[in-house]
C-alpha cells in the first residue's frame, strides 16, 4: 500500500506533466501561427515588389518610347531647317542677269523675311481700316513665310529658264511632299497645306500675299535702281501691271514708283 505522501507527490507530478504538455502544445500553436504568417507576409512582399518592378518596368519603357519619339522628332526638325536654310544661299535669279548687281543680289530668304514682314504690317493695318473683310494675320504671316521654301530644294525658277510652268509646278509639288515627310507629323501637314492654298490662291489671304509677292518685288527693283545709276529694271514693273486689287496694296505701289528714281 502506497504511503498517503508518495501518492500526492505522484499526482503534483502528473498534474505539472499534463500542465507542461499543453503549454508545449500551445506553443507549438503559436509557433505554427506565427510561421504560416511570416509566411503569407513574406509571399505578399514578394508579389508586392514583384508588381512594383514591373510597374518601374513599364514606365521605364514607356520613358525609353517617348524619349526615342523626341529624338526622333528633333531629328527631324533640324533636317527640315537644314534644308530651309539654302535659301539663304539661293539667289533671286531674276536679277542675276543683270551684271551691275549680282554680287549684291538677294536670297530667296531675304524676299521671304520682307513678304513675311510686309503681311504683318498689311494685316495690321486692315484691320484698322475696316475697310474690307478682317484677314487672319497669322495665316497671312506664316504663308508669307512658306511660299518659296520649295525653291531650297528645286532653286528659283522663273519663265526665263527653260522650264514650263507645269513643269515648275510639278518640280516644287514634289519638293513639298519631301519638306512634309522630313518635318513629319501635323508640322509638316499644316506647312504643305499652307503653300498649297497660296499657289492655288484659294483663300483671300492667298491671294493678298501673292499681291506681296509682287510688291516686295517692285520695291526691291526700285531699291537696285536708285543705288545703281545705270540699272533699268521696266520689264519688273511692266509685268505687275493690273496685279494689285486691294486698296492698300495700290497705295503702296504708288508710293513705291513715286520714290523711282526718273530715267
Known sequence: MLHASTLLLTVKSTRISTTTRGKGAENTLRSTRTSRFSSERSHNTTKSSSVSENAKMTSKSQRGDGEEERMSQTKNTIDFLSICGKLKQTKRTGWTKYKEITSRVESVADHSFRIALMAFVFGLQQEEDKEEKVLDVQKLVTMALVHDIAESIVGDITPHCG?????????????????????????????????????????????????????????????????????????????????????????????????????
Open 163 to 263: 522650264i514650263s510652268k507645269e513643269e515648275k509646278n510639278t518640280l516644287e509639288v514634289e519638293a513639298m511632299e519631301k519638306l512634309k515627310e522630313t518635318l513629319g507629323d501635323v508640322a509638316g501637314e499644316t506647312i504643305e497645306t499652307l503653300w498649297l492654298e497660296y499657289e492655288n490662291g484659294s483663300s483671300r489671304e492667298a491671294r493678298v500675299v501673292k499681291e506681296l509677292d509682287k510688291l516686295e518685288m517692285l520695291l526691291q527693283a526700285s531699291e537696285y535702281e536708285n543705288e545703281y545709276k545705270d540699272v533699268d529694271l521696266t520689264e519688273f514693273y511692266s509685268s505687275c501691271d493690273g496685279s494689285f486689287k486691294t486698296e492698300n496694296g495700290k497705295r503702296w505701289v504708288e508710293e513705291i514708283l513715286r520714290r523711282r528714281p526718273v530715267r
